[in-house]
């Protein structure tokens, strides 16, 4: 079955950087879109970054663009999301998720085919 397992968020000051990799098994991750998103406490899921199967076609939400970059590696099944410049308002549980077409992971009308666990990003001020 599909699993998708986040990993590197942490505790970190504003300013700072951090990198969130995603290992996925369970679907041909080399024909899957892959994304990022995000909840706050009392918030809804919100989408930060997508990136198409090639790996060719990204698209950021505005909050974090030019801050934060994704990134698909095919040999090694991994989505990555590259964040700096953090700061508190980036704090949030932090999801990939993965979807065969790349409007499922734009944070649409269309869903993910699945999510994953989430790793948890706190930034201080």
């Known amino acids: 079955q599909v699993q998708l397992v986040e990993s590197g968020g942490g505790l970190v000051k504003a300013g700072a950087s951090l990198r969130l990799s995603c290992v996925a098994s369970?679907?041909?991750?080399?024909?899957?879109?892959m994304g990022w998103f995000r909840q706050s406490p009392g918030k809804e899921k919100e989408f930060v970054a997508a990136v198409s199967w090639t790996g060719n076609t990204k698209n950021y939400a505005e909050s974090v663009k030019g801050r934060f970059t994704i990134s698909k590696d095919n040999a090694k099944n991994t989505v990555s999301l590259q964040m700096d410049s953090l700061n508190p308002e980036d704090t949030a549980v932090y999801y990939c998720?993965?979807?065969?077409?790349?409007?499922?992971?734009?944070?649409?009308?269309?869903?993910?085919?699945?999510y994953g666990q989430g790793t948890q990003v706190t930034v201080s001020s």
């Open positions: 998720a993965t979807s065969p077409s790349f409007q499922g992971v734009l944070g649409g009308t269309r869903r993910p085919d699945a």
């Open positions: 369970g679907f041909p991750f080399d024909s899957y879109s």
